[in-house]
């Protein structure tokens, strides 16, 4: 069983940056590949992006490439996702997840899923 905690998210106007965390409860964090998601109100679940178990390797969605970077501290249990040049439409709540398969992009793939932080990007 995996649990995981999203933190960092809030207020901040267009054009800031923003770094959530996601810390993992499991011995075996390293055997995880971790995705980041988001939903918007009255919108599905969005993928955002996911890294591989060792952080070598990394997938975004087209909106937020090259705004979006992940990485991972696997002696910290923890994923990352810093969030630069934000733009109003990037808010939403964000959630992270977790799966021993990497390179998912749809929701309902991953196992194990976070509570969520909201990030709400003013104009």
């Known amino acids: 069983q995996v649990q995981l905690v999203e933190s960092g998210g809030g207020l901040v106007q267009a054009g800031g940056s923003l770094s959530l965390s996601c810390a993992a409860s499991?011995?075996?964090?390293?055997?995880?590949?971790m995705g980041w998601f988001r939903q918007a109100p009255g919108k599905e679940r969005e993928f955002v992006g996911t890294i591989n178990w060792s952080g070598s390797s990394t997938v975004y969605a087209d909106s937020v490439k090259g705004r979006f970077t992940i990485s991972r501290d696997n002696a910290k249990n923890t994923v990352y996702l810093q969030m630069t040049s934000l733009k109003p439409e990037d808010t939403a709540v964000y959630y992270c997840?977790?799966?021993?398969?990497?390179?998912?992009?749809?929701?309902?793939?991953?196992?194990?899923w976070g509570q969520g932080t909201q990030v709400t990007v003013s104009s």
């Open positions: 997840a977790a799966d021993f398969v990497y390179n998912l992009t749809m929701a309902r793939d991953y196992d194990y």
């Open positions: 499991v011995r075996t964090f390293s055997s995880y590949a």
